[in-house]
Every structure is written in C-alpha cells, then in structure tokens.
C-alpha cells in the first residue's frame, strides 16, 4: 500500500517535471512530429485489421443472438454502430495500443535510462522528462482521436461486409440500421474516452521507463507493468468517465 | 579547477564515500582510481550533480556547485562535457545528429555553422565519413569517439569521463587516453577521468586519487606512485602490474 501510494507521487513528480515549458520550441517540434510517426502513424494497420473483424464479428454475433421475428432487421446494424463507438473504438482499441505503444515507450526510455542517455541529456542541461516524453503523450493525445474514428468507420465497413457475405440481413436493413436514431454525444463521450486513455497509456509507460534502475532485465519487466499498469487504469477509468458521462 | 571538499554519500543504510576531498587542477588530466565498486562513479556523478551529496560540497572554479541555485547550476552544466561508460550517445540519431545535439539545443548557429563544428570535431577524433551511420553499427571505440566529440562540441571547461576505456582493447585504450590528454591540453580543460587501469594510469596520470572502499587513500602522480608505502593502493597497482607482466587480458 505504502509503495504504491509512493509510485503514484513519484508519477505525479515526473508529471510536473514533463510539463515544463520546453526550451527550444523547434526541437520539440522535431521530437513531435517523430513520435507522431511512432505513436500514432504506426498504429494504423494493427487498429484497422482488429476493427474490420471487430465490426464484422460483432454484427454476426447480434445477428445471431437476435431470432425473435418481432425485433425489426435494422436494430442489428444499430448494435453494430453503437457497439463500435460506445465501447469498441475507444476502450478496446485502447487496450491493444497500451500493449503495443505502453511497451514501446517503456522500453525505449528503460533502455535510455540504463545506458545512461538520460543521464547524457541532464549533464548537458536538458529537461530529460520534458524533452522525451511530452512528446510523446502530445503524440497520442492529438491522433489517438483519429485511430478511434477511424476504427469506427472501417468496423461498421467491416460489419457490412459480413452482412453481404453471410446474408443474415439484407444489406438495406444494416444501412437503415446504422443511421438509425444516431446520438453525436456518443462520439463525444468515445473521443473522452480515447484522450483519456492516450494519456493513461502514454504517461504511465513513460513513468515505469524513465524510472527504471539496473539494466536489460529491468527494462523488460518495466515494459510488462507498462502494460498491465496502463490496461489496468483505462479499465478503471472506462467506468468512472462512463458513470460520469452517460448517467 | 574543480575540487571537492569533504565530501560524503549515503545510499539508504550504505555509506558509499565517506569524507572524500581533493582538488582538479586545470590543463592536466586528473585520474581517480580505484578498483570496481569502490565508488568511482558516484563520486564524479556527485560532482556533476547527477547525485546529490549526502554532505560536502563541489566546487567549479569560483561558484560552489553544491549550492548554487538553479540558473548558476544551468550556467555550469553547459561548460561541462561528460563522457559515459558505455558512450551513452542516443541511439536513434546518426553520429552526426549526436554530435550535433548540444548545438541544436543551445546555440543560435546556422546550419553551415553547426555543421563545420561537428564535422571539425569528428575530425578531431578521426572519425571521418561515418556521419550517417547510427550508434549501434560503431565498433566500442569509435562510439567513445564519437561520444568525446559529443562532450566537446561545445568547447567545455571541463571535461569528466568515467572509465573510458572499459570494454576496449589495450590498443585502443591508449588511443582514447592520449585523446583525452591532448584535448585536455588543447582546449585547456580541467579532466577528471575515472579508471581502474594501470596502463592508463602510467600513461595520462598527471594527477592521481587513489579511492578505496569509498575514502580517499591516496593522492599524488603517476611518478610518486610506485614510491608509496600504502598498503591497499600497492595492492592494487601490484595487482595490475602483475597481469601485464603475466600477458593475460585483463578482461
Ligand atoms: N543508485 C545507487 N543506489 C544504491 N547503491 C548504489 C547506487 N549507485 C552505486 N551504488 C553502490 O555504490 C557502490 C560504488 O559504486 P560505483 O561508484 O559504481 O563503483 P565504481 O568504482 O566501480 O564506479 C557500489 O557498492 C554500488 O552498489
Ligand atoms: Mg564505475
């Protein structure tokens, strides 16, 4: 208990460190527009290629699970949508970047930490925590938005897809389906929700990296909590903006 | 000058140095032995700050870096060019990026500017036509190299390195030492180098603190030091002069 009360000021430490101003505008701009590349361009194929056979299953499923004759067509093309914004697009997809992007970010700053590049950038008057990692949270905090609404367009593509495969409606109903009784709010509470998330995944990856002591063993176990801390955080958090928003 | 006055670090229960003080003059190279775990590297980290003391101070010509606040701090730090045990250069940036990195951070020079430093520094350390290659297709010494041009880019007034030549071969090892020294010479540096080789020792050791079990033992010149009747340092040069004399590595 006392350690992770410890952990949690020591992140809000690093956090402050990392919100200093920066000094020299250029560079960080030249760190962004890398980590954009890193973070978010990266993470494209893996979100498209999970959110088509997200969509697809997910429309099937509520396809299958729904015989009674009285329940108009339609509403399976609504579960779909509403599944993918709701739920899929922000939490899931946030789940499957904390383990690709919260590792890679843990293990890039461990690995700095224990050849002693962070120390290199100190000596030399840097604010290491700012200069490695508000980029990196920048990153995903402005193109995670983009991965979530991407992830919901190709997965309710990937649903009409299904739906012209396997026929189990008629492709008529699943378009009326989708545009039926459509909230925008529920776009609003997804892009929260991703935000959020960019910001749990992305500092508490840098927090294990950048602390880490010892060295290439450190480093990987650094990386594993990355993970399960992120994962563990955006599903807490996924509850409380839920109750919070939707109540 | 750097000195160091009596100086003392703790980590938790264990007293790592204990009361250490002694003086860096400038121009020469001054060396810290000692052998591993004697606490070598965390007093040079002590004295650039990267820890901080338990007790004692640091000082930096006319400024006590122990307590000085935190722009006189800045001022000093980028006067300072540190040279890490495994070279520490960023790993996805190409030698030249590296190089180039404390201009690009610090300065307002052009890019013809900044370019004719960096390629005049390399060249300082003969490393020629390797500027696009990145850390990790460098042989170890040409990373150390490579890192010295990274310390000096900015002309610093002082240069601290720790164990520049661990991991490489004897040959290669007095290269980077008569490296160290001509550029301490040169530049008119104040050197602080931390070693636990004889060789380099005999060769660069204008100044010598000889560290044992965190408290300082020893202090004199390479010249004095086979005249000295301390038991521990003669153990340890002994221990040195011994595998030379066998042939073996002495890794
Ligand atoms: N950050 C640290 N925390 C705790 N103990 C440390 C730390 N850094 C070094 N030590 C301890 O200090 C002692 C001296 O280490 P060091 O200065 O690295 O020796 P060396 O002379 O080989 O450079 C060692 O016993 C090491 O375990
Ligand atoms: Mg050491």
Same mark, same amino acid.
């Given at each position: ?112 930490? %224990? ?60 378009? %009326? ?71 | ?35 591993? &775990? ?128 661990? &991991? ?84």
């Amino acid at each position: 208990m006392f350690r992770l009360l410890s952990h949690i000021g020591n992140y809000f430490i690093l956090l402050g460190r990392t919100f200093a101003p920066p000094e020299k505008r250029r560079i960080y701009y030249r760190q962004f527009i890398r980590e954009l590349n890193n973070i978010g361009i990266n993470s494209l194929g893996i979100v498209v290629i999970i959110s088509a056979f997200m969509g697809a299953v997910i429309t099937l499923q509520t396809a299958y699970n729904t015989e009674n004759p009285f329940l108009p067509k339609y509403l399976i093309g609504l579960g779909c949508r509403d599944s993918l914004i709701l739920e899929f697009s922000s939490t899931m997809v946030a789940l499957i970047l904390a383990g690709k992007v919260g590792s890679n970010i843990a293990s890039e700053l461990g690995t700095m930490r %224990v050849t002693e590049q962070i120390d290199a950038l100190e000596i030399m008057g840097v604010n290491s925590a700012s200069y490695l990692i508000m980029p990196k949270i920048l990153a995903a905090v402005v193109f995670n938005p983009f991965l979530t609404i991407i992830s919901i367009i190709i997965g309710i593509i990937g649903g009409y897809l299904a739906v012209i495969f396997t026929h189990v409606i008629s492709p008529a109903d699943f378009i %009326v389906g989708i545009q039926y009784a459509f909230i925008p709010y529920y776009i609003v509470y997804a892009l929260v929700k991703t935000i959020v998330f960019a910001f749990l995944i992305t500092t508490i990856s840098a927090y294990q990296g950048y602390t880490v002591k010892g060295g290439a063993l450190e480093v990987g176990v650094a990386s594993t909590r990355a993970v399960v801390f992120s994962s563990i955080n955006i599903l807490l958090f996924n509850v409380i903006l839920t109750q919070l928003m939707l109540s | 000058m750097i000195e160091v006055v009596h100086l003392s670090k703790n980590f938790k229960n264990q007293l790592v140095l204990e009361d250490v003080s002694c003086r860096f003059e400038r121009g020469q190279t001054n060396l810290i032995i000692g052998q591993s &775990g004697s606490g070598k590297t965390v007093l040079l980290k002590c004295i650039v700050g990267l820890l901080t003391p338990t007790e004692g101070d640091v000082v930096y010509d006319d400024t006590i870096f122990t307590r000085a606040n935190f722009q006189e701090k800045k001022k000093i730090r980028r006067q300072i060019g540190m040279l890490f045990q495994g070279g520490a250069l960023f790993d996805s940036s190409t030698v030249e990026e590296n190089v180039r990195y404390p201009l690009d951070m610090f300065t307002e020079m052009t890019e013809e500017e900044k370019k004719e430093r960096v390629n005049y520094c390399l060249k300082r350390v003969n490393i020629v036509n390797s500027n696009h290659l990145f850390p990790s297709e460098l042989s170890g010494g040409m990373k150390k190299r490579v890192a010295i041009a990274r310390a000096i880019v900015l002309n610093p007034k002082y240069l601290l390195c720790d164990e520049p030549n661990s &991991g490489l071969d004897p040959q290669t090892a007095i290269v980077i030492d008569n490296l160290i020294k001509e550029i301490t010479e040169e530049f008119n540096t104040t050197t602080i180098v931390n070693t636990h080789d004889m060789n380099s020792v005999m060769g660069i050791g204008k100044k010598v603190v000889f560290i044992f079990n965190g408290r300082k033992e020893w202090e004199g010149s390479n010249k004095d030091i086979f005249q000295s009747d301390n038991q521990a340092l003669n153990q340890f040069v002994f221990a040195n002069r011994l595998a030379r004399e066998f042939k073996t590595p002495e890794k």
